[in-house]
C-alpha cells in the first residue's frame, strides 16, 4: 500500500515536472510508454549514488530529448530508484537542506547501486 502511494507521488512529481520543461508530445509519449512498461526496482536495492563526472541531469521522460535544463544531481549525491525503462531509471533526490523532494528520470549510466534500501517503504522481514 505504502509503495503504491509513492509511486502515485512519484508520478505526480513527473506530470508536475512535464509542466515545467520544454516539453513536446514526443515526451509525453514516451513517458506513458514508460508508466505501462518499467520493471519495479525493490525497496531493497534501491538506494543509489551519482557517478562520474559533472552534472546528471532530469529528464521528464525517459528520452534524451526530455531534459530539464536546470535540475540536475551530482556525483555523490544519493537518491531512491523506483523504476528502470530503456536506459534511465526514475528516481527521487531529497534534499537535505530543504526536505524538498526532486523527481525524474536520470540515466541508468550515472547511477550506482548503493545497497541501501529505501526505508519509506521498507517493511518488516
Keep these: 500500500m505504502r509503495f503504491s502511494k509513492i509511486l502515485l507521488l512519484v508520478c505526480l512529481a513527473f506530470l508536475a515536472l512535464a509542466a515545467r520543461a520544454e516539453s ?6 514516451v513517458f506513458e510508454r514508460a508508466v505501462q512498461q ?20 532530469f529528464h521528464t521522460a525517459p528520452d534524451k530529448r526530455c531534459q530539464l535544463n536546470n535540475v540536475f544531481v551530482i556525483p555523490g549525491d544519493r537518491l ?9 531509471i526514475s528516481v527521487i ?33
Design 24 to 29: 513536446t508530445d514526443a515526451c509525453l509519449s
Design 38 to 57: 518499467q520493471t519495479l526496482i525493490s525497496s531493497y536495492v534501491a538506494g543509489r549514488g551519482v557517478v562520474g563526472t559533472g552534472r546528471a541531469y
Design 80 to 88: 531512491e530508484a523506483f523504476t528502470e525503462y530503456g536506459e534511465f
Design 93 to 125: 533526490y531529497w534534499n537535505a537542506r530543504t526536505g524538498a523532494g526532486t523527481a525524474g528520470w536520470v540515466l541508468a549510466a550515472r547511477l550506482a547501486e548503493t545497497g541501501a534500501e529505501i526505508a519509506s517503504v521498507m517493511t518488516p522481514r
